[in-house]
């Protein structure tokens, strides 16, 4: 995945956001592309701003504060990983600014040093193509023609349901370790971009597989989709 938005000006963003009570970001996050960076980054779904903020009517938006300052951690966490030079933006920073800096447009400020963060992660990932483009086609032709090959798919559960490429077992990120896979026969597993089947591949290597490998994410699929019937 290639980043087109890596120079966002936090601040202005924070600024108003903060004199929309919120609504800025509640279409932001999906239509401006941020959820699906923010995921595409972490490696695993996030919960959609808009559930975020619903639930932050009944609780004076502090649970949207919560979730921001959780994204906010996460995000450090993988700009260390990463090798990004900080200051980087976290959980206290995100939560802190925007209760007690509130009088000192803490909000934004906040913002700033998140969209700072972010802006640093997106860079480096389209410099070094840590996330390379994999042809996911290519891939399953040589599922295809190995023989005992498993095909898995590492979405969750409910995203499995909604469509997967035929022959695929579901063994989602979030279990993996929990896995009962053979370990005898050659793996190839895929998600939605790419992001969590190369961390689900790490972390099957990390419990003793050898054959196994990712080949990037439903998203470039070309063939038809199994759809599980309700009844």
Sequence with gaps: MKFKHTHRPGFLLGFIDFFTAGLFFL????YGGLEDELEYILGHKVQPYWQ???LGIPTLF???LIWMAGISEELKEKAIEMGVEGPYTSWWHMFGWNILGLPLMGPAVATHRFFGTLNKIERKLNRKLLFSKKNINKGLAEYES???AVLVDVREASEYASGYIPGAVNMPLSLMKLTTLPKDKPLFLYCLRGARSKRAEKILRSMGYGNVRSIGGIKGYKGKLVRYKQI
């Design 62 to 64: 502090i649970y949207p």
């Design 52 to 54: 975020a903020y619903v």
């Design 27 to 30: 279409f932001y996050m999906p």
């Design 146 to 148: 190995t023989p005992g």
